[in-house]
């Protein structure tokens, strides 16, 4: 009975003592390509190494993008690594085991599909616990790749995967906010859409307008970025996600941004916006600090 636990221990977190080189890189790719139609089917992201946030609609182009930049950012940064002393690492083999890494993202879409519903702290204690075994699986992937162990492999390691998480979410977030399929374009242009237009926005209107529109696309992650610590302690992303959805629920679908505008007082410069949605229009305020993070943000 040990044996088998051991073995399946071994398959869940270290598969590559049976399988690596060619054949896993084949088995990863094909394996990557299954969760990027997954992913779309579910409407999931993978927006990073170990990120993964609900979205209103996904596509399928989107999906695979998401998955193999941060499949490719982390593998090229070990391959890149590899070139040390003291390291002999093929790049099929970095290559090949990275990919077999990735084989849990499947499980994890259809666990982040059905837990939604769930108590939050089951939601959390799931998420933490798909986020370590991913994370051991990439350390056991470079682990037998390398051939080295100890401080040396630990360092290397941390180092490269917060590049790779930070790097690759970096590139996949440019692309959301850049991309055409972001805005909902109208043969109309209101009058923010004129005002975007000639560069006329502030600082804090770009990121209002950031806030709203990643909000659009069920990412709730992004807009907790620009709050204050006190805000973010009081408004977690789960708490804002259902205030938005609340409004969304209550007045059809987002339709564009129609109006938005700013004034100071005293310390704080107000934001007031003015978003259509299919039912009617909602009014939302943030207050920024002098630091420009978000001290206070309601909806009416």
């Excluded at 598969?15 to 790719?29: D, H, R, T």
Aim: proline share 2%.
């Amino acid at each position: 009975m040990m044996m088998k636990f051991d073995k399946i221990a071994t398959w869940l977190f270290n598969p590559f003592k049976y399988i690596a080189g060619v054949k896993a890189l084949v088995i990863g790719v094909i394996l990557m390509l299954f969760s990027s139609f997954l992913s779309h089917k579910l409407n999931i992201r993978f927006d990073g190494v170990i990120d993964l946030h609900y979205w209103r609609k996904t596509t399928l182009n989107m999906c695979m993008k998401d998955i193999f930049i941060s499949y490719g950012f982390i593998s090229l940064l070990f391959y890149i690594v590899s070139f040390l002393p003291k390291i002999k690492a093929r790049a099929i083999d970095i290559f090949g085991t990275i990919a077999i890494a990735n084989y849990p993202m499947i499980l994890i879409l259809l666990i982040a599909h059905f837990i939604k519903l769930a108590p939050l702290l089951i939601i959390i204690f799931i998420m933490v616990f798909t986020t370590i075994w991913r994370i051991v699986l990439f350390y056991n992937a470079i682990k037998t790749s390398f051939g080295i162990k100890g401080t040396n492999l630990n360092t290397l390691f941390i180092i490269i995967f917060i590049i790779a998480e930070i790097g690759s979410g970096a590139i996949i977030k440019r692309d959301i906010l850049f991309s055409k399929s972001t805005y909902n374009k109208r043969p109309t242009k209101s009058k923010f859409e004129l005002k975007a237009e000639n560069n006329d926005l502030t600082y804090q209107e770009q990121i209002a307008r950031v806030f709203i529109m990643s909000m659009n696309n069920n990412d709730f992650q992004t807009p907790t970025t620009y709050f204050s610590s006190k805000l973010k302690s009081s408004l977690p992303t789960n708490i804002l996600m259902g205030l938005w959805n609340t409004q969304i629920t209550a007045y059809g679908k987002f339709n564009k941004i129609i109006q938005i505008q700013s004034m100071k007082k005293d310390s704080i410069l107000k934001v007031y916006m003015i978003c259509k949605l299919e039912k009617q229009n909602i009014s939302i305020k943030f207050d920024f600090n002098t630091q420009n993070k978000i001290e206070n943000f309601i909806i009416r």
